[in-house]
């Protein structure tokens, strides 16, 4: 197959070389040179997509972020880059789209329990966005479209968590938080193009939602840090589990790394 990757950055770049080492032809688009070998790089602004000149795709990852995380840059990242795009491939034989998004789409905030089957409900205007961007990808691929919402990614620096178990001597509450380590997201969304009959949308995590003062706590032992005091038992968050992923037979690779 020939597979198109519409933003190339850290995600982006492990799925790649996983299909490329399967055989596929992969092109990638993205705002600055790429050096991988393993695929053909095309700088473009994807406002101004033009495909004309490439061989069919078969298959496409869109997997685009702003650079900031304004109400403006979610606008124009998200939403105003899917008519130029799908513009572009209205003359490709598009089999599948794989859309990247995120939870953020589930707006709750009270340590409820989230899966696949929860409604999206956002609570901020970014999140908001992202499920206009959702619901515009299935208006134009009803048949071929994927949405995949990601918890957060970790897995490429620890540097943030380290920062915390060294500054923080007290937390308002528990939090909940959820993670997928990078090389689980990039694998399951490799093995997306495999899935025969897949469902319309996968929430990506490692179903084992963890109160963010533990995570921290965990850390401050393990490095002999002065020990942070819990304020509140009050829950704020939100505890995700992929129930569709673990039900379509993939398996993390990373499911007990802390």
């Excluded at 606008?75 to 859309?99: C, E, F, G, M």
């Excluded at 084992?208 to 401050?220: K, M, V």
């Excluded at 129930?243 to 802390?258: C, T």
């Amino acid at each position: 197959m020939h597979i198109l990757f519409i933003g190339y950055g850290k995600t982006s770049q492990r799925v790649a070389k996983q299909l490329f080492e399967q055989g596929h032809q992969i092109t990638t688009i993205s705002q600055s040179p790429k050096t991988d070998v393993w695929a053909h790089h095309l700088i473009q602004d994807v406002h101004q997509l033009n495909l004309s000149q490439i061989p069919p795709v078969d298959a496409v990852y869109i997997l685009l972020s702003p650079n900031i995380g304004t109400i403006d840059a979610y606008q124009q990242t998200y939403v105003d880059s899917i008519r130029p795009i799908v513009q572009a491939l209205k003359n490709h034989p598009i089999q599948k789209v794989i859309v990247v998004s995120s939870t953020r789409v589930y707006g709750e905030n009270n340590g409820e329990c989230i899966d696949d089957e929860t409604a999206p409900n956002p609570s901020d205007e970014q999140g908001k966005l992202l499920l206009q961007m959702e619901q515009l990808w299935q208006q134009a691929y009803s048949e071929h479209c994927i949405i995949i919402r990601p918890t957060g990614i970790y897995g490429t620096s620890n540097a943030r968590m380290l920062k915390l178990a060294e500054t923080t001597q007290s937390y308002p509450n528990i939090h909940w938080s959820n993670r997928i380590h990078i090389e689980d997201l990039a694998r399951f969304l490799a093995y997306m193009i495999h899935v025969e009959h897949p469902e319309k949308s996968y929430i990506c995590t490692n179903n084992q939602p963890q109160a963010l003062h533990e995570r921290i706590l965990e850390l401050q032992k393990a490095l002999n840090l002065p020990e942070l005091v819990l304020d509140s038992e009050r829950e704020t968050g939100k505890r995700i589990y992929a129930e569709r992923m673990v039900a379509s037979g993939f398996e993390l690779k990373y499911e007990d790394d802390v």
